[in-house]
């Protein structure tokens, strides 16, 4: 009974920081609601100031490992632009994470 109380204070702990205004577009949520899953399912994160660079690595090698059959590579490229955007202008959070997601990275896309 522990562990599920456990579970349910950190899902609705990691959701409540994923507050979104009405700027976001309806793409933009589903960009969110797939990082969010991510996050939940296959970390153990409990704040949004804990994401490491591995973890959004983490994010891209899971869609590589179900062959992108669920989005795109593009579109889980865009996640991770926007996901590091939101954690760095997000008030309360103000979390940078980087991750070169350029071309000039060839080793880190070759290992992906």
Same mark, same amino acid.
């Given at each position: 009974?522990?562990?599920?109380r456990?579970?349910?204070?950190? #899902?609705n702990l990691?959701?409540?920081?994923?507050?979104?205004?009405?700027?976001?577009? $309806?793409?933009s949520v589903k960009? =969110?609601?797939?990082?969010?899953?991510f996050?939940y399912e296959?970390?153990?994160?409990?704040?949004?100031g804990f994401v490491k660079e591995?973890?959004l690595?983490q994010?891209l090698? #899971?869609h590589r490992?179900?062959?992108?059959?669920?989005?795109?590579?593009?579109?889980? $490229?865009?996640?991770?632009?926007? =996901?590091?955007?939101?954690l760095?202008?997000?008030?309360?959070i103000?979390h940078h994470?980087h991750i070169?997601l350029s071309?000039k990275?060839s080793?880190?896309w070759i290992?992906?």
């Open positions: 009974m522990l562990d599920v456990r579970e349910c204070s950190r #899902y990691l959701l409540s920081q994923f507050t979104l205004d009405e700027d976001f577009n $309806i793409a960009s =969110f609601e797939r990082i969010f899953n996050l296959h970390t153990n994160i409990y704040y949004l591995e973890n690595i994010y090698e #899971y490992t179900n062959q992108f059959s669920d989005i795109s590579f593009i579109e889980a $490229i865009k996640d991770v632009k926007l =996901f590091q955007k939101y760095r202008n997000h008030k309360q103000n994470v070169d071309l990275n080793d880190q290992n992906l």
